[in-house]
C-alpha cells in the first residue's frame, strides 16, 4: 500500500474532489428505486432503510463537519438531507397502512438515536468526539451495506433479488472504492480498512444480482392428474 500510496499522493486533492462529487451523486441513486416504488405503486417490498438510514447518516455526518468547521462537509450533506427527506416521504406515501405504522416505528427509534447522540456530542472532549463519532458513522454504514444480506436465505430460496436495491448498493461501492483510492494516497490504514470492508459487503451484493434476477422466479405449474 505504501508504494501506491506515494503514486497517489500527488493527487489526493483531485481524488477527494471525484469522491465528494460521487458521494454527491449517490445521494440521487435512490431515484431510480423510487421510480420502480411508484410504478409498483407501493413500497412494501422495500426495505426503509436505505432513505431513513441516510437521513440518520447525514445528521451525523452534519454534526461531525460542523466540530471540524468543514463547509464542504457541511454543504455537501444538507443536500444530501434534504434529498433523503424527500424520499423519506415518497416511501411512505406508498407504503400500506399496515407499513406505515411500521415506519413510524423506526422514525421514532431513529429520532431518540439522534438525540442522545447529539446531546453526548455536545458534552464530549472535541478533541476526542471526532474520532468517535467518525467511528460511529462508519459502523452505520457497516451496518446498512450489510444488512440486506440478512435477506440472503430468502434471495436464494426464491431465486430473486426483488426488493434490493440495486442502484443504491451499485453507488454505493463506487463511493467506498473512491474514498479508499484517497485513503490510500494520505495513507490512512484505518480508513482504507473500513472502506475495503464495505467494498466487500457491497461486492457479495452485486454478485447476487449476477446470479438471480430481479423478479421472482416463475412457478413451475403443478402436474394435471390423470384421468382414472
Request: charged share 15%; aromatic share 10%.
Amino acid at each position: 500500500m505504501e508504494a501506491l500510496g506515494d503514486i497517489l499522493a500527488p493527487y489526493s486533492e483531485l481524488i477527494a474532489k471525484v469522491a465528494g462529487t460521487i458521494t454527491t451523486l449517490q445521494f440521487l441513486s435512490g431515484v431510480a428505486l423510487m421510480n420502480d416504488i411508484r410504478k409498483k405503486g407501493s413500497s412494501d417490498v422495500y426495505p426503509v432503510g436505505p432513505f431513513l438510514g441516510g437521513v440518520v447518516l447525514t445528521v451525523l455526518s452534519l454534526k461531525l463537519a460542523n466540530i471540524m468547521n468543514d463547509a464542504a462537509m457541511i454543504n455537501t450533506n444538507l443536500i444530501g438531507l434534504v434529498i433523503n427527506f424527500a424520499f423519506l416521504f415518497g416511501f411512505y406515501y406508498y407504503a400500506s397502512s399496515g407499513s406505515r405504522s411500521k415506519i413510524w416505528k423506526q422514525v421514532g427509534y431513529s429520532s431518540v438515536f439522534l438525540l442522545v447522540v447529539t446531546a453526548y456530542a455536545n458534552f464530549e472532549d472535541p478533541t476526542k468526539i471526532e474520532f468517535r463519532l467518525g467511528m460511529l458513522i462508519t459502523g452505520i454504514l457497516v451496518y446498512l451495506v450489510g444488512s440486506p444480506l440478512l435477506h440472503l436465505p430468502k434471495i436464494i430460496e426464491k431465486k430473486s433479488t426483488e426488493g434490493m436495491p440495486f442502484p443504491i448498493i451499485f453507488a454505493g461501492n463506487l463511493v467506498a472504492a473512491s474514498w479508499m483510492l484517497y485513503a490510500i494516497s494520505i495513507k490512512n490504514t484505518v480508513m482504507v480498512l473500513q472502506n475495503l470492508l464495505l467494498l466487500v459487503l457491497g461486492g457479495i451484493q452485486l454478485s447476487m444480482f449476477a446470479i438471480y434476477p430481479n423478479k421472482p422466479a416463475a412457478k413451475k405449474p403443478k402436474d394435471s392428474k390423470k384421468d382414472k
